[in-house]
């Protein structure tokens, strides 16, 4: 089922983003572009990333900051950069 039409992003292709790192709306825009055009499937997108086990969310309940700033790296260099200073 599509999540967002305006791109063709499944909620399979959410989850599969969501297991590879990306655990907010945001992030899950920066790897599909899904919620970037209209706005309508955020909170879907949302909803979908609040049911599921997310790996980033793990690092921060262990306190693991270096590891949300590699996961963060691996979506977007230019963004983890810019939070580590």
Same mark, same amino acid.
Do not use: W
């Given at each position: 089922?599509?999540?967002?039409?305006?791109?063709?992003? *499944?909620?399979?292709?959410?989850? &599969?983003?969501?297991?590879? !790192?990306?655990? *907010? $709306?945001?992030?899950?825009?920066?790897?599909?572009?899904?919620? *970037?055009?209209?706005?309508?499937?955020?909170?879907?997108?949302? !909803?979908?990333?609040?049911?599921?086990?997310? $790996?980033?969310?793990?690092?921060?309940?262990? !306190?693991? $900051?270096?590891?949300?700033?590699? =996961?963060? =790296?691996?979506?977007?260099?230019? =963004?983890?950069?810019? &939070?580590? =200073?």
């Amino acid at each position: 089922m599509y999540v967002c039409s305006c791109f063709g992003i *499944t909620e399979k292709q959410v989850k &599969e983003h969501a297991e590879a !790192g990306a655990c *907010t $709306p945001r992030q899950i825009a920066s790897v599909s572009k899904a919620g *970037t055009d209209c706005g309508s499937c955020v909170r879907r997108i949302q !909803g979908i990333l609040g049911r599921g086990v997310c $790996p980033r969310r793990e690092l921060l309940d262990q !306190g693991d $900051p270096v590891g949300v700033l590699a =996961a963060d =790296a691996a979506l977007a260099p230019e =963004a983890a950069l810019n &939070e580590a =200073a």
